[in-house]
Every structure is written in C-alpha cells, then in structure tokens.
C-alpha cells in the first residue's frame, strides 16, 4: 500500500523578512496509514512548518509533497482548501470553538463550507456519530463555557472528524490540559489510530509523544530521529493507574488515626 | 446582617439622609432665595399640577428617543459591517465620523430646522446623531477583534466571507454591540432632550420635555423643572433598563460576562 502522506526532500524558505529563513531543509518521510506520529522539537526547529505543509497550507519552496498520491505544489489555492476538507481534520491547542454555539453545532460547521450535499438532518446524524466517537454524546446540547478544557478538546475532535478525513494533524492538542485530562485526549486519539485514522501531532511532552506509535525530533529543519516507541503508553491502562492511586490516597487519608 | 437586606437598606438609608439636607438647606434659605431649591412635596404638587402636560411630553420626547435610537442602531450596525470589511475602508472612513461626532449638536439645530423643520423629524436626527457614534465604534471594534485563531479556521474550512461574517464576526461583536447599545441608551432621551430643546415645536400635539423646560424656566415655575429633571432620570433608567434586559436575554447561555449556577 503506497504511503498516504509521502515527502521527498523538502525544502521551505521565507522570504518576507530582512534575511531569507531557512525552516526546513531537505525532509523526506512517508507516514502509512494507521501510522500514530508524534513531531517534536524545539521552537525553531521546523515542525510548525512541515505540519503547516502537511496541512497544506503551506506549499514547498522545493521538493515534493504527495498527499494521497496527489502531488500538492501543483494545486491552486481553492484546490489545496479542497484537498484539505476531503481529507484532513484539524486540531489545536486552543479548542477554537465558536462561543455562542452547542458542541453539536460546533461539530457540524466545517460541513456547511464549500459544496453544500447534505440535508440538515444528515449533518446533524453525523456531527452526533462524531460526538459518541469522543464519547460527548450527551452533551450535544452544551454551550463550550459549559464543558471542561478536555471535553472542548473532544468535541474539537469531533468537529476535525465530521469531514471524515484520512488523516488527523494536531497541533499541541494537549498543551492547554492538565496532565489527567491530557491522557484522557490521548485515548481518544488511540481509539481513533485504532479504527484507522492516521494521526501526526506536533508535542513537546515526552511524555504524551510516548502514546504515540513513532516519534521524530527534528532540529534545525532536518529529521534528527525517527524512531518507533517502545513500551508505548496506552490512555486505558495510565488511567486505571492513577484512578487506584486516588483511591489509595482516599484510603490513606481516611484511615489515618483522628487526634 | 444579610448582604441583600444591606443592599436596600443603605441606599434608602442615604436618601432619606439627602432629603433631610434637603429640608434642612430650603428652611436654612433666606425666606426670598427659597424658590431655589423647591421642597420635595413641592416638586410632587407640581407633578399633580403640570402631570397631563409633563405625560404627553413624555410620551413626545420618549417617542423621538426612541425612534432616534432604533435609526442610530440599524444604520450604524450597517456601516459597521461595512467599516469591518477591510482597514482601507476604515481608514478613509474614520475622520469623516470623527468629524461628525466632534460638531456640537447645537451648531447642527438650526441648519436642521432649515432642512426638515422643527418637530419630531429634527429631534429623531438630532437623537440619531448622538447615538450613532458610539454604536458604530464599538460594533466595528467587535467585528474586527475576532480571535485570529477562530478566522484562520473558518478560511482552513473554506468557509465563505459571507459565513465568516454570519457565524463568527457577528455573534463575537455582540457583546460590544450591546455595550454601544447601552451607551446609546443612555445618550437618547438625552439627545431627545436636546433636540427638542433646540429644534423642538409645540405645535400639533405640543412639545416634548426640552420644550417643557423651556416654557417652565421662562415661567419661573421651578418645582415644574424639578419634576421635568426627576422625568427625564426616569426615562433614562427605562431605555438602560431594557437594553440591559435585551442584552441578558442575547448573551446569557454563552457569555462568560454572565454568570451561570446551572452547572
């Protein structure tokens, strides 16, 4: 099976400033399906730019990007927002959920752009099967200011997934959660690796790259390491793990002679 | 003591104060300076003396306030929508409101009355002219102070400029539109005032509250303006208190201005 996303040698230059910046130079890597990746490296290293070039975003100064076998530096720009709405989802570290709309309608939107091909009632089946994926089924009716940061997450997820894309980029999507909620969006998204969905997500915590399935550290705009995790950490067992933790602490607590 | 049972005892506490100085300073008065400040009961005779006329004018004021204020808001949400569209338009744009908003409104009267004739034409303009600014600036600032974040996602999704305005520019500026809706609220029974006071007409169904005040204070009937003044307040209170109501009832499911015990 050729590769979903396939680079060769690529090259990004900005030339807006004073100084033409180099930020990538000569990436080449292919992420097959089902694959879980996690990008990491300092600021500065190139990894906003290559996931803004996965994205599309962003087209090379040189080299090749093949996204599904369709080669991206040839695409106008109406054709690169086609691509990206066929067969990408999104994700961000800071929710981006309109305020004044239910998670449900949140979910829905990206369905309403471009091409309209869906009756409401379709939209709205399937913004509800993207919710019950992130396990926020019951909250279709929730106001953002009414869910907690994890659970905005998910239902940024949901949003991501309505368009039912291939491939899942997240940027920093645990960077505004605490450590519990962190692992909780992390199982989502193993849940989601798991049903096929290939996912590349920019981190810069070892320890959330570590429920991924491959890590690749760039520095100074070319690929320093690329290597499969060992001993992956998996959301349901991490989980578990700090629920009987709690409950010791609960233990103790209560146990510990009165005075 | 509880803090809501202190919530109304200390204003009432304070006003009751305020009208014992107040009897206290008219007895304190020279028997021929006491016109000066009428007494309270003074100013309610009046109320039950000039009640009809002050009614009607009002009804008249409140009539051109309103009206003024309605304009004010349905042209500056269109200019503001217009202004949002792009930095040139909001550049070539700014002075010339600059300009209309600096022109004492007393200088703009008599050209008006010119122009229209005196009645509830000019007081309904000269209420718009107050009113507008404020609309108009808060409405444009809210438009163009969407998070970026939020733009970029909507041009990631290809949304049209068309939904970019309808489903996020417009719901985002609402909380500064109902700041300018309030200023507005506060500003048009007093632009009503003006008006009237300045390109006001007694005739048909007489004048407003400006014109009252006029005829009052060239009659010397001082408890007469005391009553017109406490009017006036009133109104005010009334155009804030329903543009709070209507701001509560657009804003409170998701606002984080507004707070929420329902979690």
Redesign the interface.
């Known amino acids: 099976m050729p590769p979903i996303v396939k680079i060769e040698d690529l090259h990004k230059i900005y030339d807006s400033g004073e100084v033409p910046v180099h930020a990538v130079r000569g990436v080449s890597l292919d992420i097959h399906q089902k694959e879980f990746l996690a990008l990491m490296g300092a600021s500065g290293s190139g990894k906003s730019t290559l996931m803004n070039t996965l ?1 599309c ?1 962003d087209r090379p100064t040189r080299g090749r990007y093949l996204l599904d076998g369709v080669d991206v530096a040839q695409l106008d720009k ?1 054709e690169l ?2 691509i ?2 066929q067969k990408l989802g ?1 994700v ?1 570290q ?1 929710f ?1 959920l ?4 239910t998670a449900l309608e949140n979910v829905e ?2 369905m ?3 091409k309209r091909k869906m009756s409401s009632k379709q939209m709205r089946e399937r913004a509800m099967h993207c919710l019950e994926i992130v396990g926020l089924a019951k909250r279709f009716d929730h ?4 869910l907690s940061g994890g659970q905005q997450q998910r239902v940024a997820i949901a949003r991501a997934l309505v368009n039912e894309p291939q491939v899942l980029l997240a940027d920093e999507p645990t960077g505004n959660l605490d450590s519990k909620t962190s692992i909780e969006v992390m199982g989502v998204f193993q849940k989601l690796n798991e049903q096929g969905i290939t996912i590349v997500m920019v981190t810069h915590e070892l320890d959330v790259a570590h429920y991924c399935k491959r890590n690749l550290i760039l520095r100074d705009g070319v690929i320093v390491r690329d290597e499969l995790v060992q001993d992956r950490s998996i959301a349901e067992i991490e989980l578990a793990k700090l629920k009987e933790a709690e409950t010791a602490a609960k233990l103790l607590a209560a146990g510990s002679p009165a005075h | 003591m509880p803090r809501r049972l202190l919530q109304f005892l200390l204003p009432a506490a304070v006003g009751a104060l305020m009208i014992a100085l107040w009897y206290g300073i008219h007895a304190w008065l020279s028997e021929d300076l006491r016109f000066l400040l009428p007494t309270p009961d003074a100013i309610l005779g009046a109320f039950r003396e000039h009640g009809a006329e002050l009614a009607r004018a009002t009804l008249n004021t409140g009539e051109g306030a309103l009206l003024g204020w309605l304009l004010a808001v349905a042209v500056g949400f269109a200019l503001a929508v217009g202004l949002s569209l792009s930095p040139l338009v909001r550049l070539s744009f700014y002075p010339y409101l600059m300009i209309l908003q600096m022109t004492p409104i007393i200088v703009f009267a008599p050209i008006l009355v010119l122009w229209v004739g005196a009645g509830l034409k000019s007081v309904v303009i000269i209420t718009f002219l107050i009113c507008f600014f404020p609309l108009v600036v808060n409405t444009t600032q809210g438009l163009i102070s969407v ?1 970026r ?2 733009v970029e ?2 041009r ?5 400029r068309w ?1 970019e305005l309808w ?2 520019r417009i ?2 500026a ?1 909380p500064y539109f109902f700041t300018g809706l309030r200023i507005a609220a506060t500003l048009a029974p007093i632009g009503a005032l003006v008006g009237d006071y300045t390109a006001g007409s007694s005739a048909g169904d007489g004048g407003g509250l400006g014109f009252q005040t006029l005829i009052y204070s060239s009659q010397a009937k001082y408890p007469a303006l005391f009553a017109t003044a406490a009017v006036t307040c009133a109104l005010g209170f009334l155009f804030v208190a329903a543009v709070l109501a209507l701001s509560w009832a657009a804003l409170h ?4 201005s507004y707070e ?1 015990n329902d ?1």
């Open positions: 994205g975003l109406n927002a086609d990206r709405n999104f961000f800071g981006n309109l305020s004044r709309t939107l990206p309403l752009y471009g106001m953002p200011n009414q | 998070d974040n939020q996602l909507f990631l999704y290809r949304a049209s939904q489903l996020l719901p985002a609402l499911s998701w606002h984080d929420r979690q």
